[in-house]
């Protein structure tokens, strides 16, 4: 592998198109740190549930905002180092946070002001000065709006809400087809309309359409790219799991 500089990458996209995974070979590629923002709003969400703060689709906004503060999110590597754990307060709460209970509620958290105010200092904290791989709704448009890189991520509902289940399913979590699709094309509405940081591809983000790609052809297609961009090659690439 040639020389890699220390590049801000950013990956956007819609729900459940795979931008965690893409986002985590990417960083493992290039030796960079992989942050999964969502991951952090699911926390909250998840924080904000267990204290009771949300009832049907009101949420106690005084009495979250008075609990962010108390809030630390770090990223921990599995015992294994391949990827990294979302731990809150030091709990690790990866699987938690992937519960359904969680998805019905994580866009509605999302669009609060001072919870996305609270996390985008996090994420920028979290991204130093090291090379990074970050990805989300609103990166490359709020996060990190000058990254290097900006990649925007779509695929269609219908194979989202497919790869989607079978993750569920993977971890035993039960799960219906039809609930999990619309969730993922209600979120697709939240996301996109919502008043703050709505997600959008930025005017400079490259459009990846992985409808019909497996993770290595897009892996293949991201070497590509650092090869066009910043004639970086990468002799050795670790094998990823296919979702």
Known sequence: ?????????AVDGHSS????????????????IHIDSGAMYRAVTWRALEEGLISGKDIHRENLQHLLPGINITFVPDSAGDTFRIHLNGIDIEDFIREPRVSDHVSDISALREVREFLVQQQRKLAGKNGVVMDGRDIGTVVFPNADLKIFMTASPEIRAMRRFRELQEKGIPADYEEVLRNIEQRDRQDSSRAISPLKKADDAILLDNSHMTVSEQMEWFRNLLKERWNISTDNHEEVHEH
Do not use: D, E, H
Request: charged share 10%; net charge positive; hydrophobic share 50%.
């Open 1 to 9: 592998m040639s020389s890699i500089p220390q590049l801000v990458i």
């Open 17 to 32: 198109c795979g931008k965690s995974t893409f986002a985590r070979a990417i960083a493992k590629m290039l030796g960079y």
